[in-house]
């Protein structure tokens, strides 16, 4: 993904959240620091018997989220972008 909010933005941390199914809220695979200007490369490992789809979210940590899900959620910081959904075959 590429994310240009403009100049206020420039250099600003974000969160990459790896999402999978989870109970009453997305679960989080991974949480991976990242800035707006640097590209982040990662690996997580998924396993498509835990679950059938990954998304990626990117978040300011800075900011909560306005509609925060159970307490202490990595999510729970405001949702900037969301990827498409990868769905994943055994």
Partial sequence: MDLDRG???LGKPLNI?????GSGAPAVAEVVPATSV???????PLDVEDAAWVVLRIS????????PGPSGHPCNDLGVVYSSPWWLEP
Wanted: charged share 15%; proline share 22%; hydrophobic share 25%.
């Fill in 38 to 44: 640097s590209p982040a490369e990662f690996t997580v």
């Fill in 7 to 9: 100049p206020d933005w």
């Fill in 60 to 67: 300011d940590p800075s900011h909560p989220n306005g509609q």
């Fill in 17 to 21: 959240q790896v999402l999978r199914p």
